[in-house]
Structure formats: structure tokens, C-alpha cells
């Protein structure tokens, strides 16, 4: 509890701590009102005079300005006019000038006018002959061109009307023929056209059907060439593709289905190129675009239609003869290192053998001279034997010669008495 004495009265009363709060607060919260208006006050004051000051000021300083540029303009404007003065002399005395070079030019131009009419009027003469000339050459040029046209459009029609009667003999030709005659066909073509060239271009060359089926397969035809020293510098296995127009779109055959048994040809028959020669997918841009390497799928292989045929052959050729040279000198230089490589090892092989020859007749001769040694002991030890045999006979002999009757008997009384009787046999009539 908080007691508290009225100003007014003087009276004492109590209060507790909620109401004194609540005093105190309202107290705080007026003081704090009038102060805060007190402030209000002296800042507007303040504010209005900060005002005024800045207002004077800036009027004052904006009078001095307005008078620098006055000063300025006006010094400006008294220079100006004495150069407009100064350029105006200098106009009026170069307008003087150029009035006399006006008046020396035109009286010069008169006289080279004359003299340029003249000039004038003969090169107009030849521009006019030149003209002329260009027109008929132009003309003959247009007669020449027209000339042209009409043939090249002649020629045309007719190369075309060639193109459809070739495609109706074709179509009609492959109407005519089963599935085998029509790729035997592809095949008689491709070679009518390199025997048409044999003679002349492929004297040396061996071009013919590949009959060899033994592993089970076989290409349609076999190139190969080979250089002067007999080296085979090229060799292609062709197969030849083609079917009926009339044939079933799904059941037309792909181009890429022939690869993998082309290439096993290939390599069975040791060529070194595979070439597809197909009428097959005949809208195929791929294949129409000309000689086509599929090296990216089987190695050294080419798709080409029959145009490219010949071509193809005299790329490859051509490339192989240029690459002769070099491998004959790989070739030589292989020869070399198998000829070292040989003498090496036929030196190896014989030292190897005559060590072995030697080794074995070494054995032997030790086993020779074991058996000799061994027969020397056992023909001493004989010798020894025979010696010893020799001395026992000679015993014996000296015994047998020392041995006597009289020896024999003289332990023995039966024998002596055997003896005895017959030195003195017993008379006839004695009784035994």
C-alpha cells in the first residue's frame, strides 16, 4: 500500500500498487504529451526559420549568378558582333575572288568547248561502230545459242525416248524371266562388260565364275591379277544381286543381307576386296549415290550398282599398282629376315644336333672304352685262372709221375694181396 497526500486538499489517502501504477502512468503519459508538443513546437519553429534563412540565401546567390551570366552574356554578345563583323569582310573579299576565277573559268570553259564538241562528236562516231559490231555479234551469239538449244532439246528427246524404250524392253525383258534368270542376267552383263575390255585393259587378269562350293558357299565371280614376277597384287570376290520388279515389297531382300556371307567368301577363297554388285533396293539414295564402303561393318567391302562395275575394278586396280612397289620391297624385306631367320635356326638346329650327335658318341665311346676295361679285367682274371690251372696240371703231373703201385698198396692189404697173387699165380689143381 502507498500513501499519498492530494495537492490541493493535503489530504492523505491510500493506494495500492495497481492503482499507484495506474497513477503514475497517467502522470508519465501527460508529461510526456506536453513535452512532446513542447518539441513539435520548437521544431516547426526551428524549421520555418531554416526555411527562411535557405530561401534568402538562395534567392541572394541566385541574383549573383543571374548577374555573372548577365556580365558574360553581354561580353559575349560585343564579341560576337566583331566577329560577325570580321567574317563578313572575309566573306565579301573571297566573294571577290571566286567572281574572278568565275569569270576566268567560263571564258576557258568556251574555249575548251570547241574542242570537246569535236571530241565528242568522234567518239560518239565509234562508240556508234562499236555498238553496231556488239549488236551483230550479239545477234550471231543468239542464233548460235538458239542453234544449240534446239539440239541439246533434240537430243534430249531422243536420249529419252532411248530411256523408255530400254526400260520397256527391261520390263518386259524381267516379265519373261524367272527369279535365277534374272540374277544370271546381272551376272552375263557384268561379264559382256569386262570381256569387252580384257583384251585391252585386263590382258593379265583372271576373271571367272567361282565353282568352288566345298565349304559350303561360293561367290559369283573371282578377280585376280598378278604383277610380271608373278606377285598377286589384287583380288576381288564379286557377288551379283538382283530380283524381279513384280516382287512382294516384303518380301524384297536387303542389300545388308549378303554381307556376312560375302565376307565369309572372301576369306575362304582369300581375296583381298568384296564388292556387291545389286540392282536391290532401288530407291535407296545410300546406293544410287555411287560406290558405296561398308568397311565399317565387314572389311574391304563395297556396294556398287552395275554402272560402277568397271570403274570400281580400275580404282582398285590402279590404288593396288601404286602400292606394288612397296610391298615388293615388304615383300624382299620379309624374304631377308625369313632368310636370317632361317640360317639362324638351321645354325641352331645344327648345333643343336651335332651337340646331341657328339653327346651320344661321347656316351658310347666311354661305354666302348667301360666294356674294354671291363674286358681286360675279366681276361686277366682268365688269364690268372689259366695260370693257376697250369700250376695245379703241373702239380698233378709231378703227383700222376711220383704215383707207383708199391704207393698205391702200401695201406691197402686187399690190394697188396690182389698184387701178391698175380706175381705168383696159383698152380693148376690148387684150391682156391
Known amino acids: 500500500m502507498q500513501e499519498i497526500k492530494c495537492p490541493k486538499c493535503g489530504a492523505m489517502f491510500t493506494v495500492d500498487e495497481s492503482g499507484y501504477a495506474a497513477i503514475v502512468r497517467q502522470v508519465h503519459d501527460a508529461e510526456f504529451t ?48 566583331a566577329e ?17 576565277e568565275i569569270q576566268r573559268l567560263s571564258s576557258r570553259l568556251e574555249l575548251d568547248k570547241v574542242s570537246a564538241d569535236t571530241n565528242i562528236e568522234r567518239a560518239v562516231q565509234e ?10 555479234d550479239l545477234a550471231l551469239e543468239q542464233s548460235k545459242r538458239e542453234l544449240q538449244e534446239k539440239n541439246l532439246v533434240e537430243a534430249h528427246a531422243a536420249e529419252l525416248r532411248r530411256k523408255d524404250e530400254e526400260i520397256a524392253y527391261y520390263k518386259d525383258f524381267k516379265a519373261r524371266q524367272s527369279t535365277k534368270m534374272i540374277g544370271e542376267s546381272l551376272e552375263q552383263h557384268c561379264e559382256t562388260e569386262f570381256n569387252k575390255l580384257r583384251a585391252t585393259a585386263f ?40 530380283e524381279m520388279d513384280e516382287t512382294d515389297p516384303k518380301a524384297k531382300h536387303k542389300n545388308e ?7 565369309k ?9 568384296a564388292v556387291l554388285v545389286t540392282l536391290l533396293e532401288a530407291d535407296s539414295e545410300l546406293y544410287n549415290s555411287g560406290i558405296v564402303d561398308v568397311s565399317y561393318k565387314f572389311d574391304k567391302m563395297y556396294v556398287i550398282r552395275p554402272q560402277f562395275f568397271i570403274p570400281l575394278i580400275t580404282i582398285l586396280r590402279n590404288a593396288a599398282l601404286n602400292s606394288l612397289a612397296y610391298r615388293q620391297e615388304l615383300a624382299l624385306i620379309r624374304s631377308q629376315n625369313i632368310d636370317v631367320t632361317n640360317f639362324e635356326s638351321s645354325l641352331l638346329d645344327f648345333q643343336a644336333k651335332f651337340s646331341n650327335n657328339y653327346r651320344i658318341a661321347s656316351e658310347k665311346f666311354q661305354n666302348a672304352i667301360d666294356e674294354i676295361d671291363k674286358t681286360i ?14 700250376r695245379q696240371l703241373r702239380l698233378a703231373n709231378d703227383k700222376a709221375q711220383d704215383l707207383s703201385v708199391k704207393k698205391l698198396v702200401r695201406n691197402n692189404p686187399t690190394m697188396q694181396a690182389k698184387f701178391a697173387e698175380l706175381e705168383n699165380p696159383p698152380e693148376p689143381g690148387d684150391r682156391v
Request: charged share 40%; aromatic share 6%; with cysteine.
Open 34 to 81: 506536453k513535452e512532446i508538443e513542447r518539441r513539435e513546437k520548437e521544431l516547426k519553429a526551428e524549421k520555418e526559420t531554416a526555411v527562411t534563412l535557405a530561401v534568402t540565401k538562395t534567392e541572394a546567390q541566385k541574383d549573383r549568378e543571374i548577374a555573372e551570366l548577365r556580365a558574360k552574356l553581354d561580353a559575349f554578345n560585343s564579341d560576337k558582333t
Open 84 to 100: 560577325i563583323a570580321r567574317i563578313n569582310a572575309a566573306n565579301a573579299a573571297a566573294i571577290a575572288l571566286k567572281e574572278q
Open 127 to 136: 562508240k556508234e561502230k562499236e555498238l553496231l559490231k556488239l549488236q551483230n
Open 203 to 242: 590382258r593379265n587378269a583372271y576373271f571367272e565364275k567361282d565353282n568352288d562350293a566345298r565349304t559350303g558357299s561360293k561367290g559369283d565371280f573371282i578377280y585376280r591379277e598378278n604383277a610380271p614376277d608373278g606377285t598377286e597384287f589384287l583380288s576381288i570376290m564379286f557377288e551379283m544381286k538382283n
Open 257 to 263: 543381307s549378303f554381307f556376312k556371307e560375302l565376307d
Open 265 to 273: 567368301d572372301r576369306k575362304e577363297k582369300n581375296c583381298e576386296y
Open 377 to 390: 679285367d675279366h681276361l686277366q682274371k682268365v688269364k690268372e685262372g689259366l695260370l693257376g690251372s697250369e
